[in-house]
Protein backbone atom coordinates (compact mmCIF):
# COMPACT_ATOMS: atom_id res chain seq x y z
CA UNK A 1 0.00 0.00 0.00
CA UNK A 2 1.50 3.37 -0.67
CA UNK A 3 1.42 6.14 1.01
CA UNK A 4 -1.32 8.26 -0.89
CA UNK A 5 -3.28 4.89 -1.11
CA UNK A 6 -3.34 4.85 3.00
CA UNK A 7 -4.29 8.68 3.36
CA UNK A 8 -7.05 7.73 1.14
CA UNK A 9 -8.47 6.23 4.41
CA UNK A 10 -7.86 9.12 6.62
CA UNK A 11 -11.61 10.95 6.78
CA UNK A 12 -9.84 13.65 8.58
CA UNK A 13 -6.71 14.89 10.16
CA UNK A 14 -7.57 15.05 14.13
CA UNK A 15 -4.09 16.26 15.37
CA UNK A 16 -1.74 17.39 13.28
CA UNK A 17 1.78 16.31 13.74
CA UNK A 18 3.46 19.61 15.25
CA UNK A 19 0.64 19.66 17.78
CA UNK A 20 1.70 16.07 18.87
CA UNK A 21 5.10 16.70 19.28
CA UNK A 22 4.08 19.87 21.35
CA UNK A 23 1.80 17.87 23.77
CA UNK A 24 4.79 15.30 24.39
CA UNK A 25 7.23 18.10 25.07
CA UNK A 26 4.81 19.42 27.64
CA UNK A 27 3.69 15.43 28.88
CA UNK A 28 7.46 14.89 29.04
CA UNK A 29 8.47 17.89 31.86
CA UNK A 30 5.52 17.23 33.51
CA UNK A 31 6.11 13.29 34.18
CA UNK A 32 10.01 14.66 34.50
CA UNK A 33 9.18 16.78 37.62
CA UNK A 34 6.92 14.49 38.93
CA UNK A 35 9.45 11.74 39.12
CA UNK A 36 12.55 13.67 39.96
CA UNK A 37 15.21 11.69 41.79
CA UNK A 38 12.83 8.42 41.22
CA UNK A 39 14.21 5.42 39.13
CA UNK A 40 10.92 5.27 36.74
CA UNK A 41 9.77 2.16 34.73
CA UNK A 42 7.91 3.04 31.82
CA UNK A 43 5.79 -0.21 30.54
CA UNK A 44 4.54 0.67 26.70
CA UNK A 45 1.03 -1.19 25.49
CA UNK A 46 1.87 -2.85 22.32
CA UNK A 47 1.87 -2.24 19.68
CA UNK A 48 -0.35 1.07 19.59
CA UNK A 49 2.13 3.00 22.14
CA UNK A 50 5.25 2.39 20.45
CA UNK A 51 5.30 5.63 18.73
CA UNK A 52 4.17 7.65 21.22
CA UNK A 53 6.86 5.94 24.37
CA UNK A 54 9.73 6.78 21.54
CA UNK A 55 9.29 10.13 21.29
CA UNK A 56 7.91 10.59 25.27
CA UNK A 57 10.95 8.74 26.74
CA UNK A 58 13.34 11.36 24.59
CA UNK A 59 11.48 14.19 26.51
CA UNK A 60 12.23 12.64 30.11
CA UNK A 61 15.06 14.32 32.18
CA UNK A 62 15.05 11.52 34.87
CA UNK A 63 16.24 7.87 34.75
CA UNK A 64 13.83 5.33 33.29
CA UNK A 65 13.79 2.00 31.73
CA UNK A 66 11.41 0.82 29.47
CA UNK A 67 9.44 -2.99 29.08
CA UNK A 68 6.62 -3.76 27.20
CA UNK A 69 2.84 -5.47 27.62
CA UNK A 70 1.14 -6.78 23.99
CA UNK A 71 -2.77 -6.83 25.28
CA UNK A 72 -5.66 -7.71 22.81
CA UNK A 73 -9.38 -6.59 22.96
CA UNK A 74 -10.18 -5.48 19.26
CA UNK A 75 -8.83 -8.25 16.85
CA UNK A 76 -9.54 -6.65 13.40
CA UNK A 77 -12.65 -4.64 14.60
CA UNK A 78 -13.03 -1.22 15.39
CA UNK A 79 -15.26 -1.63 19.05
CA UNK A 80 -13.40 -3.40 22.09
CA UNK A 81 -14.35 -6.86 22.41
CA UNK A 82 -14.14 -6.36 26.26
CA UNK A 83 -12.63 -9.63 26.26
CA UNK A 84 -8.79 -9.12 27.27
CA UNK A 85 -5.96 -11.34 26.73
CA UNK A 86 -2.20 -11.01 27.35
CA UNK A 87 0.22 -11.98 24.31
CA UNK A 88 2.92 -10.80 25.93
CA UNK A 89 4.48 -9.87 29.34
CA UNK A 90 6.70 -8.29 30.94
CA UNK A 91 10.37 -9.02 31.68
CA UNK A 92 10.99 -6.94 33.97
CA UNK A 93 9.64 -7.41 37.75
CA UNK A 94 7.98 -4.56 38.90
CA UNK A 95 7.25 -5.12 42.65
CA UNK A 96 8.66 -2.10 44.49
CA UNK A 97 8.94 -0.09 41.57
CA UNK A 98 7.62 3.30 39.96
CA UNK A 99 5.43 2.41 37.07
CA UNK A 100 3.99 4.48 34.32
CA UNK A 101 1.52 2.66 31.84
CA UNK A 102 2.10 4.42 28.67
CA UNK A 103 -0.75 3.88 26.37
CA UNK A 104 -1.77 4.98 23.61
CA UNK A 105 -5.65 5.69 23.50
CA UNK A 106 -8.01 4.89 27.03
CA UNK A 107 -11.65 3.88 25.32
CA UNK A 108 -13.93 2.01 27.21
CA UNK A 109 -11.52 1.71 29.88
CA UNK A 110 -12.31 -2.52 30.09
CA UNK A 111 -8.60 -3.20 28.71
CA UNK A 112 -6.89 -0.42 31.02
CA UNK A 113 -8.30 -1.61 34.17
CA UNK A 114 -7.62 -5.34 33.68
CA UNK A 115 -4.24 -3.85 33.04
CA UNK A 116 -4.08 -1.98 35.93
CA UNK A 117 -5.30 -4.54 38.24
CA UNK A 118 -2.72 -7.38 36.79
CA UNK A 119 0.53 -5.00 37.62
CA UNK A 120 -1.14 -3.48 40.89
CA UNK A 121 -1.12 -7.37 42.37
CA UNK A 122 2.52 -7.49 41.21
CA UNK A 123 3.11 -4.72 43.83
CA UNK A 124 4.91 -1.78 42.33
CA UNK A 125 6.04 1.26 44.78
CA UNK A 126 3.32 3.36 42.62
CA UNK A 127 1.68 2.89 39.27
CA UNK A 128 0.37 5.92 37.33
CA UNK A 129 -1.45 5.74 33.60
CA UNK A 130 0.04 8.34 30.71
CA UNK A 131 -2.85 7.91 27.74
CA UNK A 132 -1.83 9.97 24.53
CA UNK A 133 -5.66 9.80 23.91
CA UNK A 134 -8.63 9.50 25.43
CA UNK A 135 -12.28 9.10 24.70
CA UNK A 136 -14.31 10.35 28.11
CA UNK A 137 -17.56 9.88 26.03
CA UNK A 138 -17.22 5.89 25.33
CA UNK A 139 -15.53 5.27 28.88
CA UNK A 140 -17.51 2.01 30.94
CA UNK A 141 -14.92 2.04 33.45
CA UNK A 142 -13.40 5.09 35.09
CA UNK A 143 -9.87 4.37 35.24
CA UNK A 144 -7.20 6.94 36.92
CA UNK A 145 -5.33 8.54 33.98
CA UNK A 146 -2.71 11.04 35.17
CA UNK A 147 -1.15 12.07 32.67
CA UNK A 148 -3.46 12.86 29.42
CA UNK A 149 -2.50 13.99 25.73
CA UNK A 150 -5.43 14.74 24.66
CA UNK A 151 -9.59 14.28 24.61
CA UNK A 152 -10.69 13.21 21.87
CA UNK A 153 -14.64 12.55 20.39
CA UNK A 154 -15.93 9.54 19.92
CA UNK A 155 -14.33 8.31 16.58
CA UNK A 156 -11.67 5.55 15.10
CA UNK A 157 -8.71 7.32 15.05
CA UNK A 158 -5.65 5.86 12.98
CA UNK A 159 -1.90 7.03 12.79
CA UNK A 160 0.82 7.62 15.13
CA UNK A 161 1.17 3.83 16.27
CA UNK A 162 -2.85 3.59 16.16
CA UNK A 163 -4.24 1.03 13.62
CA UNK A 164 -6.90 -0.58 11.80
CA UNK A 165 -6.16 -3.68 11.10
CA UNK A 166 -2.69 -3.27 11.36
CA UNK A 167 -2.48 -0.54 8.62
CA UNK A 168 -2.35 3.10 8.78
CA UNK A 169 0.09 3.10 12.20
CA UNK A 170 3.19 4.86 10.38
CA UNK A 171 0.93 8.34 9.68
CA UNK A 172 2.45 10.92 11.79
CA UNK A 173 -0.09 12.39 12.65
CA UNK A 174 -3.84 11.24 14.26
CA UNK A 175 -6.68 11.07 11.82
CA UNK A 176 -10.08 9.91 11.90
CA UNK A 177 -11.22 6.94 9.51
CA UNK A 178 -12.69 7.44 6.66
CA UNK A 179 -16.20 5.57 7.63
CA UNK A 180 -16.49 4.40 4.10
CA UNK A 181 -13.10 2.91 3.90
CA UNK A 182 -14.26 1.03 7.31
CA UNK A 183 -17.67 -0.54 5.61
CA UNK A 184 -15.51 -1.99 2.66
CA UNK A 185 -13.06 -3.69 4.44
CA UNK A 186 -15.30 -4.85 7.91
Known sequence: ?????????????????????????????????????????????????????????????????????????????????????????????????????VEDIIDSGLTLSYLLRTLKARRPASIEICALLTKPDRREIDVPVRYVGFDIPNKFVIGYGLDFAERYRNLPYIGVMDPDIVSKLT
Not at 11 to 17: A, F, K, N, T
Not at 50 to 65: G, I, K, N, S, W
Not at 68 to 81: E, K
Open 1 to 101: MTQAELERGVGEILIEEQTLQARIVELGAEISADYEGRDLLLVGVLKGAVFFMADLMRELTVPCEIDFMAISSYGAATDSSGVVRILKDLDINVAGRDVLV
